[in-house]
């Protein structure tokens, strides 16, 4: 099915990314198939419709999104480029990141209430994310909630940079 306002293919900067635990790949992979099943994704000001490719990336402190139209090769100059600086992002991410490390020890150890618990503030944290992001990319592209959410997740996996 064709979506014009859509991501229909996702890419992240290989440059920036670490792996450096199964649960990160997961999310990952996770956010990625989760994004491209269901998203929102209309940039403004911009007359051409999509299906739209983007690709993620981190430089000069900032999240990049690179928008193309899908067909369009990378090597080619963007024809939408978005850059959010990460300034506003790093306390939601640094406690994102400790909430999801508790998490995933609770996860071995601790009782079902517990988890959900932590899982409560994590997913807390994630809105909080995920609203940011809306708002930082708000005069730029129009997304929905749910696409916002994955973004941030791509968001904190690129931070996981070494």
Known sequence: MDRPHSIAE???DEKTLVFPRPEVEHERAAAIFDLLEEN???????P??????????LADSRLTLDVRHVGT???TPEVLRLAL?????RSIVRDYFLVCESYFNAIKISSPSQ??????????LHNEG???MRERLAEKVEIDQ???????????VLHLRG
């Open 10 to 12: 996702v890419t992240l």
């Open 40 to 46: 929102t994704f209309r940039p403004l000001d911009w």
């Open 48 to 57: 051409d419709e999509g299906p739209y490719a983007v690709h993620l990336g």
């Open 73 to 75: 090769p990378r090597e």
């Open 85 to 89: 600086p990460l300034k506003s992002f």
């Open 115 to 124: 988890i959900e618990a932590i899982d409560m503030g994590r997913r807390g």
């Open 130 to 132: 995920s609203d940011l």
């Open 146 to 156: 749910q696409t916002a959410r994955r973004l941030f997740t791509l968001l904190c």
